[in-house]
T-cell receptor, first 114, second 112 residues
Framework: GAGVSQSPSNKVTEKGKDVELRCDPI?????LYWYRQRLGQGLEFLIY????????KSGLPSDRFSAERTGESVSTLTIQRTQQEDSAVYLC????????????FGPGTRLTVT | SQELEQSPQSLIVQEGKNLTINCTSS?????LYWYKQKYGEGLIFLMM?????EEKSHEKITAKLDEKKQQSSLHITASQPSHAGIYLC????????????FGKGTLLTVNP
């Protein structure tokens, strides 16, 4: 079956521009996560969606970051007024409800802010 | 300071050799997860450990969680070039049941 997909795979943008990153979770997975992986750093939790519950946004680094999820499907992560420190690989993961730990990861979007 | 420390940061071994990667926290780990990452690919789930003293094996990879649930090790026996990649440990440190904290990873190179 299809895994988690993310688009674009690579994005180069100029400082100050807005970007949108997309994640398509595995069908039937109600939980969706966004992580950020900066060079030389571990993965940082950004946001968690679970069904119709309010998302846990505690990991978003600033108010320039926001994420939406349509029902239990696609999610978009938006970064406004990008800064060079936003350059990273953004990873999306999904999991079945009740199996919140076995997270299936997408290939990531490599964002470069010039 | 890093909540989850991995060591070593990188490792180069000759094919056929055994190796161990460690993951340590000063806090209780409610769940410990090992993932493997290859460049340009997503993380591949390897194993999950939850109980103190638990040990799991898959093919030539064995992972253990200590009794105090603060340290885990990943051991690869008779390494092969296919084992090369970045190994990441992730853990639920706060008991949230969903929020994972990750180590910085261990880059493994296996020379044929």
């Amino acid at each position: 079956g299809a895994g988690v997909s993310q688009s674009p795979s690579n994005k180069v943008t100029e400082k100050g521009k807005d970007v949108e990153l997309r994640c398509d979770p595995i069908s039937g997975h109600t939980a969706l996560y966004w992580y950020r992986q900066r060079l030389g750093q571990g993965l940082e939790f950004l946001i968690y969606f679970q069904g119709n519950s309010a998302p846990d946004k505690s990991g978003l680094p600033s108010d320039r970051f926001s994420a939406e999820r349509t029902g239990e499907s696609v999610s978009t992560l938006t970064i406004q007024r990008t800064q060079q420190e936003d350059s990273a690989v953004y990873l999306c993961a999904s999991s079945l409800q009740g199996q919140l730990y076995e997270q299936y990861f997408g290939p990531g979007t490599r964002l470069t802010v010039t | 300071s890093q909540e989850l420390e991995q060591s070593p940061q990188s490792l180069i071994v000759q094919e056929g050799k055994n190796l161990t990667i460690n993951c340590t926290s000063s806090k209780t780990l409610y769940g410990l997860y090992w993932y493997k990452q290859k460049y340009g690919e997503g993380l591949i789930f390897l194993m999950m450990l939850q109980k103190g003293g638990e040990e799991k094996s898959h093919e030539k990879i064995t992972a253990k969680l200590d009794e105090k649930k603060q340290q885990s090790s990943l051991h690869i026996t008779a390494s092969q070039p296919s084992h090369a990649g970045i190994y990441l440990c992730g853990a639920d440190i706060g008991g949230s049941n969903y929020k994972l904290t990750f180590g910085k990873g261990t880059l493994l190179t296996v020379n044929p």
